[in-house]
């Protein structure tokens, strides 16, 4: 069973820049697709950014294209997002979750292994 904690989260004000870090306990981490998803109070969980397996394809959604950045580092057992320009919309509780396979997914319920979260808020 893999283990997933991220890191990270905190307090910004707009505009501001946060590093999200997930590590994964598991040897087998570039057997899996990542993702970063999030909830926000009173809103369901949604996908933010993924990466397949071996780094070379990433999603997004519409909603952080051109702010949030996902890599992986196979070798660390770990996955980061970086997230810049930050608005008090992308405030809520960040989570990574493991997907098996190569393939890079928007689709939650494809995900297996999640963290605990993290949690960000942008206020000024």
């Known amino acids: 069973q893999m283990q997933l904690v991220e890191s990270g989260g905190g307090l910004v004000q707009p505009g501001g820049s946060l590093r999200l870090s997930c590590a994964a306990s598991?040897?087998?981490?570039?057997?899996?697709?990542m993702g970063w998803f999030r909830q926000a109070p009173g809103k369901e969980r949604e996908f933010v950014r993924g990466?397949?397996?071996?780094?070379?394809?990433?999603l997004y959604a519409g909603s952080v294209k051109g702010r949030f950045a996902i890599s992986r580092d196979n070798a660390k057992n770990t996955v980061s997002l970086q997230m810049d320009s930050l608005k008090p919309d992308d405030t809520g509780v960040y989570y990574c979750?493991?997907?098996?396979?190569?393939?890079?997914?928007?689709?939650?319920?494809?995900?297996?292994?999640w963290g605990q979260g993290t949690q960000v808020t942008v206020s000024s």
């Open positions: 979750a493991a997907r098996p396979g190569s393939r890079a997914s928007m689709v939650i319920s494809e995900y297996v292994y």
């Open positions: 990466i397949s397996s071996s780094g070379g394809t990433t």
């Open positions: 598991d040897s087998t981490f570039s057997n899996y697709a």
